[in-house]
């Protein structure tokens, strides 16, 4: 029987102990479990929470979860079983998706790399840690379009609460190719802004060769924060090459100008090529940057990204023998 289930790991480091709350964001209101209040992590520990046995969790499809600490730190990751049947001509999916927490909210957001079109479905989590209403400014900029991107979208995002944008519903964003997001809000209103993307058919041919086309798979998952972070050099460590895998890392520049691009493979029998040279990105625009078609080996590398100003780097691979994909930050 195919379920769906979700625990939050919580980890101790520190010569500390950590005293916690625990709140969760569902999609009528704000739950504060009396049982996830005070929560000790002693030092050196990790403990484990059930988010669907209690605190208002269970029986939702969705929720967003908020660990504050009272004194202490501690590291938060959620591990979530994914498990749907089939309907509607959309056969049943199974998997495991592990996310680390974000230590706190931030008024920009940027989101590498994602994609719409038929058999996809791609929609944005927002969620507002706060006590004000926060305005949110979602601007999608399709790879190539920086100059003249669609009209941003704008939505409210109740304090202590999520809202959602299903982009695959949007017709300004275009149905092939692959697009960049940014997320902004003022600095007195942070967010976190999160991202859900399901495959549920197969892949099209796109219009012209020119265009970066999405994962080659017609199933799976991936779950994954934005970052707030730009940098000029990234490393994407993990990145699966071979015939049986095909893996994209894209880069995206957030600034005013443009900035050249390098990429190199660390590792395997492909240690040292060159996969992109001083490649110029406009400012606001996007490069993705493919291993499909070349002789990498089949093993995980490490391609390293620089720039000469800070941009923002992603990684996709998919795995085409399980009809699945990952994706996530460098």
Avoid: C
């Amino acid at each position: 029987m195919l379920a769906t289930a979700a625990q939050l790991y919580l980890f101790n480091p520190f010569p500390e102990d950590a005293s916690i709350d625990i709140s969760t964001a569902v999609e009528d209101s704000v739950k504060v479990p009396p049982e996830w209040q005070g929560l000790v992590v002693p030092a050196g520990t990790s403990r484990v929470i059930d988010l669907g046995s209690g605190g208002g969790a269970q029986r939702r499809n969705q929720f967003s979860v908020a660990v504050e600490a009272r004194n202490g730190q501690v590291v938060a990751e959620t591990a979530q079983t994914l498990g749907t049947p089939a309907a509607n001509d959309i056969p049943a999916t199974r998997g495991l998706r592990l996310q680390v927490g974000v230590p706190r909210a931030e008024s920009d957001w940027v989101f590498a790399e994602g994609f719409a079109g038929p058999g996809v479905n791609e929609r944005l989590v927002l969620f507002n840690p706060g006590d004000q209403v926060a305005k949110a400014v979602v601007q999608v900029t399709p790879y190539g379009a920086a100059e003249l991107p669609p009209e941003p979208f704008e939505l409210e995002v109740p304090p202590r609460r999520y809202a959602q944008l299903d982009l695959s519903g949007e017709t300004r964003i275009p149905a092939e190719g692959l697009h960049a997001i940014r997320v902004e809000t003022d600095d007195d209103t942070p967010i976190v802004a999160g991202r859900v993307v399901t495959l549920t058919g197969s892949r099209e041919a796109t219009s012209s060769p020119e265009i970066a086309a999405r994962p080659p798979v017609s199933l799976g998952t991936a779950i994954g924060n934005g970052t707030p972070v730009a940098a000029s050099l990234w490393a994407t460590t993990g990145v699966v090459v071979g015939g049986r895998q095909e893996s994209l890392v894209a880069v995206h520049n957030p600034s005013t100008d443009t900035v050249r691009v390098n990429a190199t493979v660390i590792g395997g029998s492909g240690d040292g090529t060159t996969l992109a040279d001083a490649v110029e990105v406009a400012p606001g625009d996007s490069l993705a940057i493919g291993t499909a078609g070349r002789e990498l080996g089949s093993v995980e590398v490490t391609i390293l990204v620089e720039a000469t100003a800070p941009v923002v780097v992603e990684r996709t691979i998919t795995f085409l023998n399980q009809n699945d994909l990952s994706m996530g930050l460098a």
